[in-house]
C-alpha cells in the first residue's frame, strides 16, 4: 500500500468511506423507492385492506420539538389479500386518519398486481418517501466526500513529509484515550530554540501500547511551517 494511502486511513479515513458508501446505499434505495412509485402511479390498482392494529407511540420530549411538536406517532397495521396469499403491512399515518378508522375497517389502498408489496395508503407517500430517502442519501454522501477531502490534504501533508520533513526526537507530554483508541501530545524543540507541539493519529491502543509520558519518539515537521508535524509511526508501516 502507498503511504499516502496507508496515512489516510490512520488518520482516519476509513470513516469518510463508510458516510459514502452508506450515503450511496440511503440514495440508491431512495432512487428505488422514487422509481416503484412512477411504477404505482402507472399501473396501479385500487383495492381493499382491512386495518388490523393501531399503534400510537409517545415520542420523548426532545424527538417532539423535531416533529413540529407533535408529542405522539400514529401507526396502522394493515392485511390485504393478493394473488399470492395475504399481505400484511403497515405505515405512519396522521393523527386525523388514525382516528378516522377502527380496528377491522376496510380501507382504500393502491398497490401493484404483479408486485403487491409496492403499495401505499396515501397518494404520494411513496414518492415523499422516496424523496425523502434520496435527499439523505445524498447528505450522507456529500458529507463522506467533504471529510473525505479533509482527510486526502492531511495524507498528502504527511506523505511529503515522509520524504522530505525534518527528523526531531520529541517527549511525549500526554497521552490520551478515548473507549479502545488513543492518542500521543509530544513536544519538540526547534534549532532555533523554540518549542513545537503536535498530535499523533488516534490509533488502537495497542499502537501506542508501552508508550507513556516522557518517552522520546521520532517526528517528522515542517521547515517552514512547524507547527505541522507527525509521528513517525502514522506515516510508516510498522515492521
Same mark, same amino acid.
Given at each position: 500500500m502507498k503511504p499516502i494511502y496507508l496515512i489516510f486511513l490512520r488518520a482516519g479515513g476509513w470513516i469518510a468511506v463508510l458516510f459514502v458508501w452508506l450515503g450511496l446505499i440511503i440514495a440508491?434505495?431512495?432512487? /428505488? $423507492?422514487?422509481?416503484?412509485?412512477a411504477r404505482l402511479a402507472e399501473n396501479g390498482q385500487m383495492t381493499s385492506a382491512r386495518i388490523t392494529k393501531k399503534t400510537a407511540q409517545e415520542l420523548s420530549p426532545t424527538a417532539a420539538q423535531d416533529t413540529n411538536n407533535s408529542s405522539i406517532d400514529y401507526f396502522v397495521e #394493515? !392485511?390485504?389479500? $393478493?394473488p399470492n396469499g395475504p399481505l400484511t403491512g403497515q405505515a405512519? %399515518?396522521?393523527? &386525523? #386518519? *388514525? *382516528?378516522?378508522?377502527? $380496528?377491522?375497517?376496510v380501507v382504500s389502498l393502491r398497490y401493484l398486481a404483479e408486485s403487491p408489496d409496492v403499495h401505499e395508503l396515501y &397518494?404520494?407517500? /411513496?414518492?415523499?418517501?422516496?424523496q425523502a430517502t434520496s %435527499? %439523505?442519501?445524498?447528505?450522507?454522501t456529500g458529507l463522506g466526500l467533504l471529510i473525505t477531502f479533509g482527510f486526502g490534504l492531511i495524507a498528502r501533508q504527511g506523505a511529503r513529509?515522509? !520524504?522530505?520533513?525534518a527528523k526531531v526526537q520529541a517527549t511525549v507530554i500526554k497521552k490520551s484515550s478515548f473507549v479502545l483508541i488513543t492518542r500521543l501530545k509530544f513536544s519538540f524543540?526547534?534549532?532555533?530554540?523554540?518549542t513545537e507541539t503536535g498530535k499523533s493519529f488516534w490509533r488502537f491502543g495497542r499502537v501506542h501500547k508501552g508508550i507513556k509520558p516522557r518517552d522520546l519518539i521520532e517526528v517528522r515537521y515542517d521547515r517552514a511551517q512547524t507547527s505541522t508535524s507527525f509521528w513517525q509511526e502514522d506515516l510508516t508501516r510498522r515492521k
Open positions: 440508491a434505495s431512495g432512487v /428505488l $423507492t422514487l422509481q416503484n412509485a #394493515y !392485511m390485504l389479500a $393478493t405512519k %399515518v396522521n393523527r &386525523e #386518519y *388514525y *382516528y378516522s378508522v377502527s $380496528t377491522g375497517a &397518494e404520494g407517500d /411513496l414518492k415523499r418517501s422516496g %435527499v %439523505v442519501g445524498v447528505g450522507f513529509l515522509l !520524504m522530505s520533513g524543540k526547534l534549532p532555533d530554540g523554540r
